[in-house]
């Protein structure tokens, strides 16, 4: 069973910082892109930071010079460190990883979602 696991959200004033991780466990050939999106409450689920499995990144220019992504492709892991956090990145955050299966002597390709972790900016 291939899945994704969230860590580390809650609730933190403005201007502080969170730390969210994301493991990936199961029968796992490799992880190809990996990222976090968010989706706050009557808004569509939108992508906040991603990293390749050759380390380029892509970040949402609302959190650019604050969040930062990072992965251990060793223990199939990626990371988003939020500072300077402010009201409106209040959201839930979620896991996002293209992984790559071997089944029955072939390769296939799938994407996964953990099940998201609730980030709370409030005073």
């Known amino acids: 069973q291939v899945q994704l696991m969230e860590s580390g959200g809650g609730l933190v004033q403005p201007g502080g910082s969170l730390r969210l991780s994301c493991a990936a466990s199961?029968?796992?050939?490799?992880?190809?892109?990996m990222g976090w999106y968010r989706q706050a409450p009557g808004k569509q689920r939108e992508l906040v930071a991603s990293?390749?499995?050759?380390?380029?990144?892509n970040y949402a220019d609302s959190v650019k010079g604050r969040f930062t992504i990072s992965r251990d492709n060793a223990k199939n892991t990626v990371s988003l460190q939020m500072n300077s956090l402010k009201p409106e990145d209040t959201a839930v955050y979620y896991c996002?990883?293209?992984?790559?299966?071997?089944?029955?002597?072939?390769?296939?390709?799938?994407?996964?979602w953990g099940q998201g972790t609730q980030v709370t900016v409030s005073s």
């Open positions: 199961g029968s796992i050939f490799s992880i190809n892109a």
């Open positions: 990293i390749t499995n050759g380390g380029s990144l």
């Open positions: 996002n990883a293209e992984m790559v299966l071997y089944r029955f002597g072939t390769t296939t390709t799938r994407n996964y």
